[in-house]
C-alpha cells in the first residue's frame, strides 16, 4: 500500500479535506439539526453517530400495493408504471421500457467517447467514465430528466437531486452489493438508483443481477462486518469483507437472483438496498454500455459509510 492510500484511514485527513469543501456540505445542516447530530459538517459520521438501522422511506414502512393509489400523483404514470409501482415494496425495482429515445441515447454514447477518447477523462476500472456529465450537456440533460425526477420524488415522497453518473463501457463483473455501503443516508432508504441501457445488452456481455425482494434484507454497515473505526482512524476490514458478509446473508435468505437483458434506451429503477452487480463478462469483445445515475432524496443525511466521509454535494 502506498502511502497516499496508508493517509485515507486517518480521519484527520478526511477533516482538512473537508474544511477545503466546506460549501459542498452545507447539504448537510438541516438534517444534523433535525435528527439531532451534535458534530461540525466536516467531521466523519457513520452509522455509529446513529440510534437506528431501518428505513423509514413511505414505501418500506408502508406496503406501496395499499398506498400508492392513495396519492393524487399516481395517476399521472402510464399503467405499466403504475402496475409496478404497486409492487414497489415486494420487489424493490422497476423496469421502465423504451424510456430514452435511440436519439438521447446515441447523443450519450457519443458524449462518452469524446470524454474518452479527446479530453482524456480516465476509464476507471477498465471499464466506467465516472461524473461525465459535469464535461457534457449530454449526460447532464439524461441525468436530469424531468419525468425520471419525478418517478423517483414520487417513491420516496421527497424531492431528490441526482448527484453523480457512471458511464460503463464493458460489464463490471462487480460482486453482489447494495448501494447502501457506498452512498449512505440517514434515515436508511433515500438513496435510488436508474441503470439506463445505451444499447441492447447481450446475455454475454456482463448483464447487470439483482435479487427481487433483497432490498427487505438487513442494510450491512461497517459494524455488521466488523470494521470498527475508532476516533482517529477508519476500520481495518476491506471492501471484500463486506462482499464476503453480502454473499452469505443472500445465501441464507434463499433468494434467486434476475439477470437484465434490456432493449436500448430501458431503465431499470433500484432500491437503496436491493443486492445486485455485474454478471462476469463471458465475451470480453462486447461491450455493454449503460449509464448509472445515483440520486439522494435531499432533506436526509448523506455521507459514506465505509470511510465515514460525509458527501460532497454541488450547490444548486
Ligand atoms: O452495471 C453494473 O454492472 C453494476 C453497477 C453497480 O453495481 C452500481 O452502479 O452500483
Known amino acids: 500500500m502506498n502511502l497516499k492510500d496508508k493517509l485515507k484511514d486517518y480521519k484527520l485527513v478526511h477533516w482538512f479535506y473537508n474544511l477545503l469543501h466546506a460549501k459542498q456540505l452545507r447539504h448537510n445542516k438541516q438534517a444534523y439539526e433535525k435528527y439531532n447530530v451534535h458534530k461540525p459538517l466536516f467531521d466523519s459520521i457513520s452509522s455509529k453517530d446513529f440510534p437506528d438501522k431501518t428505513s423509514q422511506a413511505w414505501l418500506d414502512v408502508n406496503d406501496s ?36 429515445t435511440d436519439e438521447q441515447v446515441d447523443e450519450v454514447n457519443l458524449a462518452v467517447d469524446e470524454l474518452i477518447h ?11 467514465v465516472m461524473f461525465g456529465y459535469k464535461h457534457s450537456p449530454a449526460i447532464k440533460n439524461m441525468m436530469q430528466d424531468l419525468g425520471l425526477t419525478q418517478l423517483l ?13 457512471l458511464n460503463f463501457i464493458k460489464g463490471s463483473g462487480q460482486r453482489a452489493h447494495s448501494d447502501s455501503i457506498h452512498m449512505t443516508t440517514y434515515p436508511l432508504g433515500y438513496l435510488i438508483a436508474a441503470w439506463v441501457a445505451l444499447e441492447d445488452i447481450h446475455a454475454d456481455s456482463g448483464p447487470l443481477f439483482y435479487y427481487p425482494g433483497s432490498h427487505k434484507l438487513p442494510y450491512l454497515l461497517n459494524d455488521d462486518f466488523a470494521n470498527y473505526s475508532t476516533r482517529f482512524k477508519l476500520g481495518t476490514k476491506h471492501y471484500s469483507d463486506y462482499e464476503d458478509v453480502t454473499e452469505e446473508l443472500i445465501e441464507k435468505s434463499g433468494l434467486s437472483y434476475e439477470t437484465f437483458l434490456p432493449k436500448k434506451g430501458d431503465i431499470f429503477i433500484w432500491h437503496a438496498n436491493l443486492i445486485h452487480g455485474g454478471m462476469p463478462v463471458i465475451n470480453p469483445a462486447l461491450s455493454r454500455k449503460s449509464m448509472v445515475i445515483h440520486f439522494y432524496a435531499k432533506d436526509v ?10 458527501s460532497l454535494m454541488e450547490e444548486e
Do not use: M
Request: zero cysteines; glycine letters at 2%; proline letters at 4%.
Open 65 to 100: 400495493a395499499i398506498v400508492v393509489a392513495q396519492k393524487k400523483q399516481f395517476a399521472s404514470f402510464t399503467n405499466e408504471v403504475q402496475e409496478q409501482l404497486l409492487q414497489w415494496s415486494s420487489k424493490g425495482y422497476l423496469h421502465l421500457k423504451n424510456y430514452f
Open 118 to 128: 479527446q479530453k482524456h477523462l480516465p476509464v476507471t476500472h477498465d471499464n466506467k
Open 153 to 165: 420524488s414520487f417513491i420516496l415522497d421527497k424531492e431528490v437531486v441526482p448527484f453523480q453518473t
Open 301 to 310: 443525511i448523506k455521507y459514506h459509510e465505509i470511510t465515514e466521509r460525509p
